[in-house]
């Protein structure tokens, strides 16, 4: 597997789209009314996708390239967006050549059993250190369609050298199927490049962009206002270079939003909190090393928490029994579902378990969170959480 050792940052760190025709049936309904919806995870680097409601049906969209001839190596955060059906996805099929990047997908189906996915794009910028195995991880959406993507960088020691870049469609520039090889030509420009352990990355109405931070000067949330670059050019508002001579934004503004106390000690993904008709109310953040999620109010203020290890129960060689969450992901009832890497402490090190990941969920009665359930056991580095809600057809 191809998939490396974020399980370091975890010890160290204390951490134009091309149309398809649609193939759904109108959407399916909760019994409030709300849209069920399925659930995407990268593991093991396959990606797989659960039915959000008990048996949690389970179908495997890709396999790794190592399993099948035309599968793929998917993994991090998953964002769905455009019409509902395009996805990105981190992708790093035959890392290390070429190098890893985010592979943007069509999705056809809308049943857990009967979905089809196919690449028709790839996102491949410079890293910073790219010999540290950089690990893509999060992505984000503006409004106008723009991309953002996080990746991890350094994962251990000194200052953070991960990065935020902005992508600029159409995200399928340049693309050529993995059989005659890969080349990332859509433009893009870096807004960070000093971002220690980076993570999930999240974006409010007013297009404000929120990327964790698990370690470092700068650990928490850190939010990021425009106006962003328009374009990889000076005009544009992409007016430098970083060291390896991609395109850089010199003047983005960067601040703490979120600081890692409440035993929040390692921010590794934010998602928007419910919302009462149609305003978000606040953010939900992970912390995989405490096993923690917390509620922040929408100006980043401590409200509670809603998962944490029970009284007295210590990380060992066994997980928290109510998980270790890295990803998040949020559906339009207000479940929030998670990827729970299963984190333990063994003669090896700190970081995950053989086969000890889970996808669990939190389901809210009168506003109260309930214990997670699980909805898969005994996988390999769950890390990343996506959420499609089938549109009608």
């Known amino acids: 597997m191809k998939r490396p050792v974020l399980v370091v940052m975890l010890a160290l760190a204390l951490l134009a789209i091309v149309p398809a025709i649609a193939t759904a049936r109108d959407t399916a309904k909760n019994a409030d009314g709300s849209p069920k919806v399925i659930v995407f995870n990268g593991q093991g680097n396959d990606l797989d996708a659960f039915a959000s409601t008990p048996p949690f049906t389970t179908q495997k969209v890709y396999t790794t390239r190592e399993k099948d001839p035309k599968g793929f190596d998917i993994n991090a955060q998953i964002c769905f967006f ?21 592979g943007i ?45 996080s990746d991890v960088g350094n994962q251990a020691k000194g200052d953070g ?28 420009c870096k807004l960070d490049i000093g971002i220690a352990t980076a993570g999930g990355i999240a974006v409010d109405e007013d297009d404000n962009v929120y990327v964790a931070s698990a370690r470092g000067d700068i650990a928490g949330v850190n939010r990021y206002s425009g106006p962003f670059p328009t374009s990889a050019t000076p005009a544009g508002g992409c007016d430098g270079q970083d060291g390896t001579g991609a395109p850089m ?21 934010i998602v928007p909190s419910p919302v009462a008709g149609s305003k978000q109310t606040g953010w939900y953040v992970s912390s995989v090393f405490t096993g923690v999620i917390n509620e922040y109010d929408k100006t980043g203020t401590y409200v509670r928490t ?3 290890p029970p009284a007295g129960e210590t990380l060992g060689a066994e997980p928290f029994s109510t998980g270790t969450p890295l990803g ?10 998670f990827a729970d890497i299963g984190i333990v402490i063994s003669d090896r090190g700190i970081g995950p378990g053989r086969s000890t990941g889970n996808v669990r969920r939190i389901t809210f009665v ?15 580095f769950p890390d990343g959480i996506g959420i499609f809600v089938p549109p009608r057809s």
């Open 306 to 308: 809603i998962l944490q």
């Open 366 to 380: 009168g506003g109260e969170p309930q214990a997670p359930e699980t909805m898969a056991s005994g996988l390999a």
């Open 328 to 337: 998040l992901g949020i559906g339009p009832d207000g479940t929030l579902y």
């Open 161 to 188: 050298d991960g990065q935020l870049i902005i992508w600029f469609p159409p995200l399928t520039k340049g693309f050529r199927t993995l059989a005659n090889g890969t080349e990332g030509k859509v433009p893009y």
């Open 82 to 102: 455009g019409d509902g059906r395009t996805f990105i996805a981190g992708e790093d099929t035959g890392q290390p050549d070429p190098i890893q990047g985010w």
């Open 249 to 269: 934004a010199t003047n983005v503004t960067r601040e703490q939003f979120i600081a890692p106390t409440n035993n929040l000690l390692t921010p590794n993904a």
């Open 105 to 149: 997908f069509r999705l056809r189906g809308s049943k857990v059993g009967s979905l089809k996915a196919r690449q028709v794009g790839k996102l491949q910028p410079t890293y910073q250190g790219a010999t540290d195995n950089a690990e893509n991880y999060g992505c984000g959406v503006l409004s106008d369609g723009r991309i953002l993507t």
